[in-house]
């Protein structure tokens, strides 16, 4: 372990490189992972919130959340039978406040149950983050297709669906704006969920992915943060894998002294946890700052538990990485690399 902190000392700019290249990689990889937790809650904070259960959308609407209607009849029977059971409905749409001024919402509603609010008619609850546009309790607000009046009763924090903050309202008022009476989909809190016929069952993270947009936006973002921390492990197989070619010399030389083949790996593992260590330290710290001082509009979301993920996933990359670069090293013949004259 003396030889690698020696060489590390020695070629101080080279590592020093590599350091860099792995902090901006790193930082970028958590940056990114910060904005798609972030706008995971954006876009389906009302979901993701609920409790452990099963939700249920019409088989005909090819698992599209949009497209499913439960008839009545059988959502009345599934409520009635199941305790805790909830049909509801989101749709986007808006409301105008005292000045006219129009706020993209989605309206939300449900028959009566402990996973939405509960709403009288010609009352609605929003979503906090109205009230930094200048909405209050007791406020008056209206809807084009809607022919009476909505007075805001109350705010719920962290409650948005497809990036649109969240309005509750009651049924008939739903029913009214949208002319339709049918519901969308239905919740069934708890683990063991019967099955209905002609109705579709999701999880709670499965039925994220019939929101329209929730998957796609997903799944781009998760292949960035994938592609970046591929990047690092190649950067940590050709970085080192180009050291070990300059001291091919220098390998047989501690080969024909006895040293082990394993030993040699060892120097390599050492190097390559010192610099991700050193790497990442930074790159959590200045996320971590990053997370408190981004602006409150800024949909950024980074847990521990993400970044101690993502960390170990580097460390696992980086190991992997500088294993396969010292493969060559076991193919070194101790006087045939001498006579090379590589020191």
């Known amino acids: 372990m003396n030889i690698a902190w020696k060489e590390m000392k020695k070629n101080k700019a080279k590592f020093l490189i590599l350091g860099s290249i792995i902090f901006l990689v790193s930082f970028l990889t958590f940056i990114i992972s910060g904005l798609a937790n972030g706008l995971s809650q954006d876009n389906a904070a009302l979901i993701k919130d609920m409790p452990a259960g099963q939700f249920y959308l019409n088989d005909e609407a090819k698992q599209t959340y949009n497209l499913s209607k439960i008839e009545s009849d059988l959502q009345e029977q599934i409520v009635e039978e199941n305790p805790g059971a909830a049909a ?45 546009e200048g909405i209050a309790v007791g406020d008056v607000l209206t809807n084009n297709q809607f022919s009476g009046e909505f007075i805001v009763k109350g705010f719920v924090d962290k409650k948005k669906y497809s990036h649109a903050p969240v309005a509750y309202i009651n049924m008939n ?38 929101i329209p947009s929730y998957s796609a936006e997903q799944m781009s973002l998760n292949m960035i943060i994938w592609f970046l921390v591929v990047i690092s492990g190649m950067l940590f197989a050709i970085f080192f894998y180009m050291m070990n070619v300059q001291k091919i010399g220098l390998y047989g030389i501690l080969k024909a002294i ?83 004259g590589e020191m």
């Not at 706020?103 to 509960?118: C, G, I, L, R």
């Not at 063991?192 to 109705?199: K, Q, R």
């Not at 993920?309 to 013949?333: C, N």
């Open 258 to 340: 006895g040293m082990k083949t394993i030993a040699l790996f060892r120097m390599i593992w050492m190097q390559m946890m010192v610099i991700t260590i050193v790497a990442l330290a930074l790159s959590v710290g200045l996320s971590q700052l990053f997370n408190v001082l981004a602006p409150a509009g800024m949909p950024f979301h980074l847990t521990i538990d993400t970044v101690m993920m993502l960390s170990a996933v580097f460390l696992v990359v980086g190991f992997i990485g500088a294993t396969i670069s010292g493969f060559q090293i076991k193919k070194i013949e101790p006087l045939q690399a001498i006579q090379q």
């Open 173 to 210: 008022n739903y029913q009214e704006i949208y002319r339709v009476m049918e519901m969308q989909a239905i919740f069934i809190p708890g683990k063991d969920a019967p099955s209905f016929s002609g109705l579709e069952s999701f999880s709670n993270k499965s039925f994220l992915n019939a």
């Open 88 to 132: 509801f409905s989101v749709q986007m749409g808006f409301v105008n406040d005292a000045e006219d001024k129009q706020h993209s919402v989605a309206f939300v509603t449900s028959t009566e149950s402990d996973a939405f609010e509960s709403v009288q008619e010609g009352e609605i609850i929003l979503d906090s983050s109205l009230q930094d």
